[in-house]
C-alpha cells in the first residue's frame, strides 16, 4: 500500500489580495460612515418594529409571578403595536434553559425574555453558563419589584425584627428557616439578614416555598421569608405573624409592616425584581422603542393597580439603569453566597 502524505503548501497572497493602507484619516471617514449606515439601518428597523408576533420566554411555569406580569403587559403591548405577544414558559433548569434560548435568538426585537433576580443570582451559583450574562444580553427596562416577608410561627415569642434578631442571639443555630431551595430568594435574603445581624439559623430547603409554608404552619419550622403574596394571608388570618418587609421601602399591599432596614438593620435590602432583557447585538433603536412602550403600559392605571394589588411594585427604569442595577446585583448575591457557602441544586 503507497501512502500518500498531502502537504499544505504556503502561498504568498497575491497583490489583488493585500489590504491596502488607507491614510488615518480615510479610515476615520470609513468607520463613521459605517457607523451611519449601522445607525439608519437600526433607526429603519424600529420604525416597521415589530413586523411579526413578539415572543416574551419565561423561565418559569405557568401561574408565578413573571406569569402574572407576562399577562398583564403582553396583552398592552399587542394593542399598541397591531402584532400577537406570545407567552412561552420554558420553566426548569433554574432559568438557564429559557435564558440560553433567549441568548441564542435573532437580534430583531421579536424575542424578550422576562427574566427576574436569579439571572443575576446564577452567574456565582453557576460558574460555567452557556450564556454570559453581561455580554449576550442588553437590558431593556425593569417591570417589577416586590419584597419578601419575614414571617414567624406564633410560638416565636419576637413582635418586631429587632426582638427576632435578639431572640436568634440568644438561641445561636437553634431557629430554623424555610426556602424555596438553595440560592433561592427567600434563601438568598435570609443569609444577607444573617450576616448583617450577626446571627446564625439553620436552613430547610424545600423544593418550592408552598411545602415550606405548610412546615412553617403546622410548627415544624420556626420562620421564612416568603414573597409577600404567599404570607401575607396567613400573618392576616393570625397564623403566622408578620415581622417586617425586605425591601427598601414599605410595600403597597401591607403599608403597616415596617422594613427591616427602619426597623433594625439600615442599609438592608432584598427584592424579587422582574425586567425585560433581549439579545445582545438587537439594535438601539429597536430597544429604545421596546423600553418607550413598556415603560407608557407600566404607568396606565388598571395596570398599576393589578400589580399593586398582588405586592409588586410597577417600576420603570433606562436600559442604563437596569443594566447598572443588574451589574450591583451580580456583585451583591456572589458576596453573599460565597459567605454563605450556597450551592446550586
Not at 401561574?63 to 394593542?79: C, M, N, Q, T, W
Request: hydrophobic fraction near 45%; charged fraction near 15%.
Amino acid at each position: 500500500m503507497t501512502t500518500v502524505r498531502l502537504i499544505r503548501k504556503r502561498v504568498a497572497p497575491s497583490p489583488c489580495c493585500v489590504r491596502p493602507k488607507l491614510p488615518s484619516t480615510n479610515r476615520a471617514f470609513i468607520t463613521a460612515a459605517a457607523a451611519f449606515l449601522l445607525g439608519c439601518a437600526g433607526n429603519a428597523a424600529a420604525q416597521t418594529y415589530p413586523t411579526k408576533p413578539v415572543r416574551v420566554i419565561i423561565p418559569f411555569v405557568a401561574g408565578g409571578p413573571a406569569d402574572f406580569l407576562a399577562l398583564i403587559v403582553g396583552p398592552k403591548l399587542s394593542e399598541a403595536w397591531g402584532h400577537a405577544v406570545i407567552i412561552d414558559n420554558r420553566g426548569g433548569g433554574s432559568q438557564i434553559i429559557a435564558t440560553d434560548i433567549a441568548a441564542k435568538a435573532q437580534p430583531d426585537g421579536h424575542t424578550l425574555l422576562l427574566t427576574s433576580g436569579g439571572f443575576a443570582v446564577n452567574v456565582t451559583l453557576y460558574p460555567k453558563l452557556p450564556y454570559d450574562p453581561l455580554r449576550d444580553f442588553v437590558p431593556v427596562n425593569t417591570i417589577a419589584s416586590g419584597p419578601n416577608l419575614v414571617v414567624v410561627h406564633p410560638a416565636v415569642p419576637a413582635r418586631s425584627i429587632a426582638e427576632l434578631i435578639t431572640y436568634a442571639r440568644s438561641r445561636p443555630g437553634q431557629l430554623v428557616y424555610a426556602s424555596a431551595g438553595s440560592g433561592a430568594p427567600s434563601h438568598l435574603a435570609v443569609e444577607l439578614f444573617k450576616a448583617m445581624a450577626k446571627i446564625d439559623m439553620v436552613h430547610v430547603p424545600y423544593k418550592g416555598m408552598a411545602p415550606g409554608m405548610t412546615d412553617l404552619l403546622g410548627g415544624q419550622v420556626q420562620l421564612a421569608f416568603p414573597t409577600i403574596s404567599a404570607g401575607i394571608t396567613h400573618a392576616r388570618a393570625g397564623r403566622l405573624r408578620a415581622l417586617a418587609v425586605t425591601t427598601a421601602k414599605r410595600s403597597h399591599a401591607a403599608p403597616e409592616i415596617p422594613t427591616i432596614a427602619e426597623a433594625a438593620l439600615p442599609g438592608f435590602e432584598a427584592s424579587n425584581w422582574f425586567g425585560i432583557i433581549v439579545q445582545a447585538k438587537t439594535p438601539p433603536a429597536v430597544v429604545r422603542k421596546i423600553h418607550d412602550e413598556i415603560a407608557r403600559t407600566l404607568s396606565l392605571p388598571d395596570v398599576r393597580e393589578r400589580m399593586l394589588s398582588q405586592g409588586l411594585d410597577p417600576v420603570s427604569t433606562t436600559p442604563e439603569e437596569f443594566a447598572t442595577y443588574i451589574k450591583s446585583e451580580i456583585s451583591k448575591w456572589a458576596k453573599v453566597i460565597k459567605a454563605s457557602g450556597a450551592k446550586a441544586e
